[in-house]
């Protein structure tokens, strides 16, 4: 158990619906970050928010948010869903806002299937 | 943009046979490269951080190294439990952002 929590494990839904993804960070940790990961590619790096305000945004599509709360975890809103944002997304924290120079601590994912 | 590429896609290993797996990078600027590993269903593990050329990083049987346009990742006398796909990833100067390469699946067989 890496500390980084991330509900639910897997998520199956139709096109056009909308669904939230949920990460509690690494006690202690105050910045999280949200990553794509989808067949044949790499990490895609989508946002990044250290206690409570956004820090970095990467490749993230409009019909996709985020936000962090007081209580440091965060959610991950996926709106108007295609087939192609079928993927696995990661969570990751780390103590401070800049890029963690001991690494992510990642969570296990939430794989999301779109029909 | 910052580029990562990582070879060979894939690697079969029998064990104790050793070998190098390959990160080419371009940045403007390195602030750090990492390697990760990452087992089927799970997210990555961080294994190392290199920060300058010249620098080496080494745990169990692996050992990291960095050139100002690639890293090494080196694997001794591997076991079947180091069956993974090891991600290279690079910060540069400037962007809060990490990007990866797309891993080496390596698989070792007994």
């Known amino acids: 158990d890496s500390g980084v929590t991330q509900t639910p494990k897997h998520l199956i839904t139709a096109t056009g619906q909308r669904v939230t993804l949920r990460c509690s960070p690494r006690?202690?940790?105050?910045?999280v970050y949200w990553y794509q990961q989808s067949l044949d590619q790499g990490l895609q790096f989508l946002i990044q928010?250290?206690?409570?305000?956004?820090?970095a945004k990467g490749n993230i599509l409009e019909r996709f948010s985020a936000q962090q709360f007081p209580d440091l975890h965060s959610e991950l809103n996926l709106s108007s869903l295609e087939l192609g944002d079928s993927a696995l997304y990661f969570c990751?924290?780390?103590?401070?806002?800049?890029?963690?120079?001991?690494?992510?601590?990642f969570g296990s994912g939430t794989r999301l299937t779109v029909v | 943009e910052d580029q990562v590429t990582q070879s060979p896609e894939a690697l079969r290993l029998q064990e104790g046979e050793s070998s190098s797996l390959n990160c080419s990078y371009t940045?403007?600027?390195?602030?750090?490269l990492f390697w990760y590993r990452q087992d089927p269903g799970k997210g990555p593990e961080f294994l190392f951080t290199?920060?300058?050329a010249g620098e080496e990083k080494e745990k169990e049987r692996l050992k990291a190294t960095l050139t100002k346009k690639e890293s090494f990742l080196h694997i001794t006398a591997p076991k079947p439990e180091d069956s993974a796909t090891y991600l290279c990833?690079?910060?540069?100067?400037?962007?809060?952002?990490?990007?990866f390469g797309t891993g080496t699946k390596l698989q070792v067989i007994p």
């Open positions: 006690s202690g940790d105050l910045s």
């Open positions: 990833a690079v910060n540069s100067g400037g962007y809060q952002k990490v990007t």
């Open positions: 290199l920060y300058s």
């Open positions: 990751a924290s780390s103590v401070g806002p800049g890029t963690a120079v001991y690494g992510y601590t």
């Open positions: 928010y250290y206690n409570g305000e956004e820090r």
């Open positions: 940045v403007s600027g390195l602030r750090g």
